[in-house]
């Protein structure tokens, strides 16, 4: 059978089953626990990265687990392993609330990478009940100057005019 555009039928579904295919995963719909693949664990990881120098973008899960939380760990000291201080922009659009077991995790992280991490943008929507959570994690952490922005948009561009990262541009 011939379609429109002249593509046999066959050519037609391998062409949407390659495409498919190639295409990246979508994290988009449940928890990730321990035991996820190592291609499901890369693709987590790669949702935090050097956008530019100084400047950490991560794309925070809609769904969070610890185990989330410790790839992130990881990928963070892999950034930051050369050194210096960094701001970070985190999109917080499409996020759940966490629950407290992460909550008190993400304060703990947050703390310990005080000197690395120096300043926070925070793209959080909307959502009331996130800007709260936020608000309160943040104030835990010690993080008293975090920023909160409707749209990621809106925060990449205020971190893209902090000192630290327009001085390399």
Same mark, same amino acid.
């Given at each position: 059978m011939v379609v429109e555009g002249g593509m046999e039928a066959n050519?037609?579904?391998?062409?949407?089953?390659?495409?498919?295919?190639s295409q990246p995963m979508n994290l988009e719909h449940r928890p990730y626990y321990e035991g996820e693949s190592p291609e499901v664990c890369r693709e987590i990881q790669e949702r935090m990265y050097l956008y /530019?120098?100084? #400047?950490?973008?991560?794309?925070?899960?809609?769904?969070?687990?610890?185990?989330?939380?410790? +790839?992130?760990?990881?990928?963070l000291r892999e950034i930051t392993q050369t050194g210096g201080q960094y701001v970070m922009v985190v999109n917080l659009t499409k996020t759940h609330?966490?629950?407290?077991?992460? /909550?008190?995790? #993400?304060?703990?992280?947050?703390?310990?990478?005080?000197?690395?991490?120096?300043?926070?943008? +925070?793209?959080?929507?909307?959502?009331?009940?996130?800007?709260?959570?936020?608000?309160l994690v943040a104030k835990v952490a010690g993080i008293y100057d975090a920023e909160l922005h409707g749209t990621f948009e809106q925060a990449l561009e205020r971190a893209e005019r902090h000192e630290a990262v327009a001085l390399l541009k």
């Open positions: 050519e037609l579904i391998f062409e949407f089953i390659s495409t498919f295919i /530019r120098p100084q #400047l950490i973008v991560w794309n925070e899960m809609p769904f969070t687990t610890l185990f989330q939380l410790q +790839l992130f760990k990881a990928k609330r966490a629950g407290s077991a992460y /909550r008190a995790e #993400l304060v703990r992280f947050i703390k310990s990478n005080k000197g690395v991490i120096t300043k926070y943008y +925070l793209a959080t929507g909307s959502i009331r009940i996130i800007n709260i959570c936020v608000e």
